[in-house]
């Protein structure tokens, strides 16, 4: 069973959102799961970070500039992130210019066999 969550967010010029999942259904899966995130921003300079239990399964990793909903497989950016029952799911990103930034998202989480 894959489970999915897809949308997108405003980041502010300079800002850093830490947790755009907040109220999201499967923001802590009801199974083990492992994890696949795409995205894309509306211009260069946004970061994105996953966090599971508030540790980091990567470091910041920039994003494409495709400015539009990601198309999957093409805007890929992290994959095989285990994300266990109950655990708290954390996507953080950051805007490093002066102006506000888009950043669309979806999130694939497969059922660990």
């Given at each position: 069973m894959i489970y999915t969550m897809q949308s997108s967010s405003s980041i502010g010029a300079n800002a850093t959102v830490s947790n755009t999942l907040s109220g999201q259904l499967y923001e802590r899966p009801p199974y083990d799961c492992y994890g696949t995130l795409f995205v894309t921003g509306?211009?260069?300079?946004?970061?994105?970070?996953i966090n599971v239990n508030?540790?980091?399964?990567?470091?910041?990793?920039?994003?494409?500039?495709?400015?539009r909903i990601p198309v999957v497989p093409d805007d890929m950016l992290m994959t095989g992130w285990e994300a266990p029952a109950g655990g708290l799911i954390q996507l953080k990103f950051r805007n490093s210019t002066?102006?506000?930034?888009?950043?669309?998202?979806?999130?694939t989480l497969e059922v660990a066999q």
């Open positions: 509306s211009a260069t300079g946004l970061f994105a970070q508030s540790v980091a399964v990567s470091d910041e990793v920039a994003m494409n500039a495709q400015n002066g102006g506000a930034l888009t950043a669309a998202w979806k999130i």
